[in-house]
T-cell receptor, first 110, second 113 residues
């Protein structure tokens, strides 16, 4: 049982480049989330989705976009990478009462 | 505005003793609380939760206590083991866990052999 998977594990981007962080879950959960974690900080919610075709902004959505065309996939798009987006990104999916996290993507923007 | 606060960034405890991690919240609408454990280079993993209709929940060595009047919860680990060394995040939700989570900043627990 794979749970929540994320790719890539690590990426270095130049300022202004774009990329997509992939997230897939195989638990048939409707709810999915993207968080970022900066050093010494908690997890900040970027975007979330309550089902295919439905997305909404979280606490820190600026500079990011998401889509949810299927139940399984919830990609996060960075259009114009900035140094402030250097962080570790976690995807999660949930059943009522708990969230299951992927292993994270470490992104460095130089 | 930090709605979930973990005021101790780090905690060191001797192996075999009790570890107590604390968490405070400010939002009265929160009625479901969770603890997550995180090892380096891994995603957080769910540890234990508690609903506001209870004041205590136990799972093996882990017990979570909830004091609603003080808006405070704590995680007790007894006895502490070296494998418990990790960062622990407190999280809160409304609608009994059916809403998005708000996380604290985490407490790094180090168990000293």
């Amino acid at each position: 049982n794979a749970g929540v998977t994320q790719t890539p594990k690590f990426r270095i981007l130049k300022i202004g480049q774009s990329m997509t962080l992939q997230c897939t879950q195989d638990m048939n959960h409707n709810y999915m989330y993207w968080y970022r974690q900066d050093p010494g900080m908690g997890l900040k919610l970027i975007y979330y989705s309550v089902g295919a075709g439905i997305t909404d902004k979280g606490e820190v959505p600026n500079g990011y976009n998401v889509s949810r065309s299927t139940t399984e996939d919830f990609p996060l798009r960075l259009e114009l990478a900035a140094p402030s987006q250097t962080s570790v990104y976690f995807c999660a999916s949930s059943s009522p009462g708990t969230q299951y996290f992927g292993p994270g993507t470490r992104l460095l923007v130089l | 505005d930090q709605q979930v606060k973990q005021n101790s960034p780090s905690l060191s405890v001797q192996e075999g003793r009790i570890s107590i991690l604390n968490c405070d919240y400010t939002n009265s609408m929160f009625d479901y609380f969770l603890w997550y454990k995180k090892y380096p280079a891994e995603g957080p993993t769910f540890l234990i939760s508690i609903s506001s209709i209870k004041d205590k929940n136990e799972d093996g060595r882990f017990t979570v206590f909830l004091n609603k009047s003080a808006k405070h919860l704590s995680l007790h680990i007894v006895p502490s083991q070296p494998g418990d060394s990790a960062v622990y995040f407190c999280a809160a939700s409304g609608n009994f866990g059916n809403e998005k989570l708000t996380f604290g900043t985490g407490t790094r627990l180090t168990i000293i052999p």
